[in-house]
């Protein structure tokens, strides 16, 4: 999991942050926007481009590198692999301002990161699409604090489109995270599996094969 | 689902979701519906849960065993050649991103009543308590000739028509006993049984090559393994495949193939839903009456809580009995793995076996495995028959996989996979690597 990487005397972290919520609440633009900082209106559906990766500094010796893994679509009915949730270190759990009913598949979401992901994960809960608030809010920023507070969330309403608060939620996530562990096996650092791809074969064997 | 896809793929099996991705990766539109709630199929790696469900339905999974997700148990008793094409295939698509792989720490074999470790080259076979010390330098030179030779290079032939001579014959040209072409055909060339002898020496002497340079790939045996049980592998393929726009649904009842007019297949029906497709992909079991039986397996899945004995308390090894060794016609497979694998709680271990079915009683067929073993905290068998499709699918554009077999490794796999996509698409598969996600 943990690497060191150039500059000198800086260690890196490596983080799985698991992205989970409805479809169409943003979860692919708030990547975006944090990681390209662009954002695409028309966006559909998450293809192709669905683990991303960003290096957050947290103090002059030490950053987080976030491995961001999106649903891939996944999450449409109900087949999000129990791969996804392995090792995740933190996780955004996003909801629609403006669908109320977001916010209650938010919350079993987040019942469903407590049954599968690792105990001790750091979860954030994010209300996206802070740009419609004026004309089409339906969930109110109390109702949805007073839930996370209770639940010991972190909580940001956000905006993909304007970036409001997107850097921000990213940060938060990052300086919860406990690295105190994470930093002795840096120091230590032993990698424990085989590295698959660095022993890439030579040549590509052909298409036929021997049976 | 009521929309038109180019491939509909049943059944989250291995062979299916390895083939998903690749035709997503080709920017076909595909929509991949399992019955199950789990993804794998056969190939499928449960929780507690979901293996009480399975073999012992009704019974409550024991609260002493401890928390459901510290299980993973596999099916089938099978790990990756190191050097091998499913590996490869994991490489060039970045599956490797997804899943962490370890070590087999162990490759064995069952001789004259004990165990004992696998050679992997002329130096391992030259300490091996396999042999007598003469047999041991007919052994050496035997495998010299399998490195050395060269097609280019007749001198390297010493004498041997690869093509024409059986195996059989090359055994005998470098005077091997019969205890010694045991191991070598059954635990390093890795064959079932012993068909292989009469047949021409190529493709014994490749699959020796392939057991020894994936030894040589990491050290100590030629398998890798994932991290929490093989069923990352079907997951790792199928998140490929949804990165690629394909669309899953597993707990989806597949209730009937749709057929045109003229028995090419159109679509899958699922309650009132019906999805279209061009060409449809499926496990066996989707298929019932476009496949045929060729024999049945017998699997049980063992957990202890101490290591194989005499296998130098390894956290996980192979372990082959040829069936010579036990008066059988197919051998008996061993696959143990442990809680550094992330399959079971630590201090737990499990045992696979597994074999071809010969008599009325398969239960007592994998007894010699289970005699390997020493106490067992609790067992899971049965008895699975393996399907092959009776058509190659281009009349009926319905491409059916195979049964996960015998074999200990993923090889035939990989050899469905690529026949089965050149069946489809008309053209070999050609690994391309995939562009960095960073580049996009």
């Known amino acids: ?211 | 689902m009521d929309e038109e896809y180019d491939v509909i793929v049943l059944g989250t099996g291995l062979t299916e979701c390895v083939l998903s991705g690749l035709l997503s990766v080709d920017g076909k539109k595909v929509l991949h519906i399992d019955r199950n709630d789990y993804y794998g199929a056969d190939s499928a790696s449960l929780n507690l849960t979901q293996l009480y469900a399975l073999f012992r339905p009704g019974e409550q999974r024991p609260e002493s065993l401890g928390r459901d997700r510290d299980w993973c148990v596999d099916l089938v008793p099978k790990f990756l050649m190191a050097n091998g094409d499913l590996t490869n295939i994991l490489i060039y698509t970045d599956v490797t991103r997804y899943i962490e792989f370890k070590q087999i720490a162990g490759s064995y074999v069952y001789r004259d009543g004990r165990i004992a470790k696998v050679p992997g080259n002329e130096m391992e076979a030259l300490k091996s308590p396999l042999m007598s010390l003469f047999e041991k330098r007919r052994a050496k030179k035997f495998l010299e000739w399998v490195n050395n030779y060269r097609e280019d290079d007749p001198s390297t032939y010493k004498d041997i028509n690869i093509d024409r001579d059986s195996m059989e014959s090359v055994f005998k040209k470098f005077g091997l006993q019969s205890g010694t072409q045991d191991f070598i055909g059954h635990a390093m060339a890795l064959y079932l049984d012993d068909a292989y002898l009469k047949k021409p020496a190529r493709e014994t002497r490749e699959r020796i090559l392939l057991y020894a340079s994936s030894i040589a790939k990491f050290g100590k045996s030629p398998y890798i393994y994932p991290l929490y049980g093989l069923g990352e592998l079907p997951q790792g393929f199928a998140r490929l495949s949804a990165i690629y726009g394909g669309t899953y649904m597993l707990n989806q009842p597949v209730d009937e193939i749709v057929y045109g007019d003229d028995g090419v297949a159109i679509g899958v029906r699922s309650g009132d839903q019906v999805a279209k497709a061009k060409q449809i992909i499926g496990d066996p079991s989707y298929f019932r009456e476009k496949v045929r039986s060729v024999g049945r397996l017998v699997r049980a899945i063992c957990i202890l809580n101490h290591p194989i004995p005499n296998t130098d308390n390894l956290d996980s090894v192979q372990i082959i009995i040829p069936q010579n060794q036990v008066k059988r016609k197919h051998d008996i497979y061993i696959a143990g793995i442990s809680s550094v694998h992330n399959v079971c709680p630590k201090g737990y271990y499990l045992a696979i076996i597994s074999t071809i079915v010969e008599t009325a009683n398969p239960l007592s067929e994998i007894a010699p495995g289970l005699k390997l073993l020493g106490p067992v905290v609790e067992s899971f068998s049965r008895v699975q028959e393996i399907y092959e499709p009776v058509t190659d699918g281009t009349k009926d554009q319905c491409y059916i996989s195979k049964s996960v077999d015998a074999t200990s490794h993923f090889e035939t796999l990989t050899c469905d996979v690529r026949d089965i996509y050149k069946r489809m698409t008309g053209t070999d598969l050609v690994l391309k690597q995939r562009p960095k996600m960073e580049d996009q």
Do not use: H
């Not at chain 1, 966006?43 to 481009?49: D, F, V």
């Not at chain 1, 957050?56 to 109900?78: C, F, H, M």
């Not at chain 1, 996370?148 to 972190?154: G, R, S």
């Open chain 1, 1 to 211: 999991m943990a690497s060191n990487t150039a500059p000198k005397n800086v260690v890196t972290i490596n983080q799985k942050l698991v992205l989970l919520g409805d479809s169409a609440v943003g979860k692919s633009s708030l990547v975006l926007r944090f990681v390209k900082d662009q954002f695409d209106d028309y966006r559909e559906s998450t293809i192709g481009a669905a683990f991303l990766t960003q290096t957050l500094p947290i103090d002059e010796n030490t950053s987080v590198k976030l491995e961001i893994w999106d649903t891939a679509g996944q999450e449409r009915y109900k087949s999000l692999a129990p791969m996804y949730y392995r090792n995740a270190n933190c996780a955004i759990v996003v909801y629609d301002i403006t669908q109320a009913a977001s916010l209650e598949k938010a919350k079993s979401w987040i019942k469903e990161l407590q049954r599968q992901a690792p105990e001790g994960i750091v979860i954030a809960l994010a209300g996206n699409k802070l740009d419609l608030a004026q004309e089409r809010r339906a969930v109110e920023k109390a109702d949805a604090e007073a839930y996370a507070a209770e639940a010991n969330l972190l909580f940001f309403e956000t905006s993909a489109k304007t970036a409001e608060n997107v850097n921000e939620l990213f940060t938060a996530i990052a300086k919860k995270l406990p690295l105190e562990d994470k930093l002795n096996q840096a120091r230590g650092a032993v990698n424990r599996g085989v590295n698959l791809s660095e022993a890439r074969p030579a040549a590509q064997p052909s298409g036929s094969c021997s049976c």
